[in-house]
């Protein structure tokens, strides 16, 4: 049975989700390089101190509804059917998840705000060199999560690693691609990630030509 939040933690999550709205919401209009905690802090009426409460530095709130994002394909990949191999589980886990993270995301900031900040993190040095180190730890936990679906130690066997950086290439570059797009809205990623992740196999043949 599951309990509700108590008053207190309902408060400190609407708290929470203030600061990343705000955050968000400057980062994306006037840079994240010129923006300051302060800032953040007093447009939500709080201190700096109760910032960093929630957010150990201002990097961590421009990427706190991302992890959310990540969190849930994690979840969704570890609920795969144990018969699907790791490209289809991986596939299937991500594309379940752009289906119903909409609504998730709208809960903490609208998603029209989400999708401005994944793409000016594309623009700002200083997020791109943490998004990539980002990345890095999150292609360990998935190859960890492969690996144990597979029955396979991740430190001993290649594959694991080998399969989700081709993955991860193919998430870089839909990423990337999408941000250029004239279309910024959960459909058009998710569409373009499908059709990206259908032509790995292809793509990794020994040979492309007839």
């Known amino acids: 049975m599951t309990t509700a939040p108590g008053l207190r933690e309902r408060k400190k999550q609407r708290t929470r989700d203030a600061l990343i709205r705000v955050a968000l919401e400057l980062f994306t209009t006037q840079g994240f390089e010129q923006t300051t905690v302060d800032e953040i802090a007093d447009a939500v009426d709080v201190s700096q101190r109760t910032f960093f409460r929630y957010f150990a530095a201002k990097e961590d709130v421009a990427f706190a509804?991302?992890?959310?994002?990540?969190?849930?394909?994690v979840r969704a990949l570890s609920e795969r059917p144990p018969e699907e191999g790791p490209f289809d589980?991986?596939?299937n886990a991500v594309l379940s998840a752009w289906d119903t993270i909409?609504?998730?995301?709208?809960?903490?900031?609208?998603?029209?705000?989400?999708?401005?900040?994944?793409?000016?993190?594309?623009?700002?040095?200083?997020?791109?060199?943490?998004?990539l180190r980002r990345t890095t730890e999150m292609e360990?936990?998935?190859?960890?999560v492969i690996a144990e679906r597979e029955g396979l130690d991740v430190d001993a066997d290649p594959?694991?690693?080998?399969?989700?950086?081709?993955?991860?290439?193919?998430?870089?570059?839909?990423?990337?691609?999408?941000?250029?797009?004239e279309?910024?809205?959960?459909?058009?990623?998710?569409?373009?990630?499908?059709r990206y992740l259908d032509q790995l196999g292809a793509a990794l043949a020994p040979r492309w030509r007839a």
């Open 140 to 144: 360990e936990t998935i190859a960890a």
């Open 65 to 73: 509804v991302q992890q959310m994002v990540e969190e849930r394909f």
């Open 183 to 194: 279309d910024p809205t959960l459909d058009s990623i998710r569409a373009l990630t499908e």
């Open 159 to 181: 594959r694991p690693r080998i399969a989700v950086a081709a993955f991860s290439g193919v998430m870089r570059v839909t990423g990337q691609l999408w941000g250029r797009s």
């Open 89 to 91: 589980a991986m596939r």
């Open 102 to 131: 909409g609504e998730s995301i709208e809960e903490v900031v609208p998603v029209e705000l989400y999708l401005r900040t994944f793409q000016s993190i594309e623009s700002t040095p200083a997020l791109l060199a943490v998004h």
